[in-house]
């Protein structure tokens, strides 16, 4: 009984871990900044919390009780194999008694962040706009965002309009870490 089904899926499992840091290029840390303007859900304000997916990952941040205007400044990081993927962000205001209302969405897409990331920047004076992402239909940017050097690391600040809702928007920045053992960039 040596060839038993268990000890076949163990071994499975162990190349399924290897083939992910195979095909992973890295993480993406997503800070969330804060929420302005959000939308009013219960009687005169909002309890909210984000949620941002990206294929089948799933992320939250914690609630802010009562708060149009939350900052969470709370990182969330995203293993990425595809960038791809769009990342999906939704804004909920949470309920205690019942199903939590939607305060909105957005989506933004990673590539020219990641593109970004490809360049060379020795002897780059940190703060240098690498590159301008513009507001445009594909995207939920409220206005320019920008790409930049800064303190040896490629940052992107983001300010997202949100869809479906009445007024809102999110800041978040995104920031990436590679990981020894990963595919990497390259």
């Not at 992320?59 to 995203?78: A, C, Y």
């Not at 960038?83 to 962000?89: E, Q, R």
Request: hydrophobic letters at 35%; a neutral charge; proline letters at 5%.
């Amino acid at each position: 009984m040596a060839d038993s089904p268990g000890g076949g899926k163990h071994q499975g499992g162990s190349k399924s871990a290897a083939s992910l840091m195979e095909n992973l290029l890295g993480l993406l840390r997503i800070r969330v900044k804060r929420g302005v303007n959000l939308a009013v859900r219960d009687v005169r304000s909002s309890d909210p919390y984000i949620v941002i997916k990206m294929g089948k990952q799933k992320l939250k941040t914690r609630v802010i009780k009562k708060d149009v205007n939350p900052e969470w400044n709370e990182d969330l990081t995203l293993s990425v194999t595809d960038p791809s993927i769009p990342v999906k962000l939704t804004v909920y205001d949470h309920d205690t008694f019942s199903k939590d209302d939607k305060m909105g969405d957005a989506e933004f897409g990673i590539v020219p962040y990641i593109e970004a990331l490809k360049m060379d920047y020795e002897g780059i004076p940190s703060g240098t706009i690498i590159t301008r992402v513009q507001p445009c239909r594909q995207n939920c940017l409220s206005e320019e965002s920008s790409i930049r050097w800064s303190e040896g690391k490629v940052i992107q600040d983001l300010c997202l309009r949100l869809k479906n809702v009445e007024c809102g928007e999110v800041e978040i920045q995104l920031q990436w870490i590679d990981l020894p053992g990963s595919k990497g960039l390259s």
